[in-house]
């Protein structure tokens, strides 16, 4: 019966407060992982070079820059892409 609740009201929530629960979920659930991914700099625990983990975070970075791209208007994402 909860369950059904639950459907009922997020069909009824509007795009911008379904928008913000899912962005802050996703944020912080993110943020978490990122967090994750730091403590894997403890060398008494895990092996690592710094090549594997600068591909890592060049990735990661990209990843962010993609998703913040997709949130600009777009008349300013060639502008975005022609300064990198």
Do not use: C, S
Not at 14 to 19: A, I, L
Not at 67 to 79: E, G, N, Q, S, V
């Amino acid at each position: 019966m909860a369950g059904q609740r639950e459907k009922r009201k997020k069909k009824d929530e509007t795009k911008e407060e379904r928008f913000k629960r899912l962005m802050a979920r996703r944020a912080v659930r993110a943020e978490d992982d990122l967090r994750l991914i730091g403590n894997l700099a403890n060398q008494a625990h895990y092996a690592w070079d710094e090549a594997e983990v600068r591909a890592v975070f060049e990735r990661l970075e990209g990843a962010l820059l993609a998703a913040k791209i997709r949130f600009l208007p777009d008349d300013h994402y060639w502008t975005q892409l022609e300064e990198q």
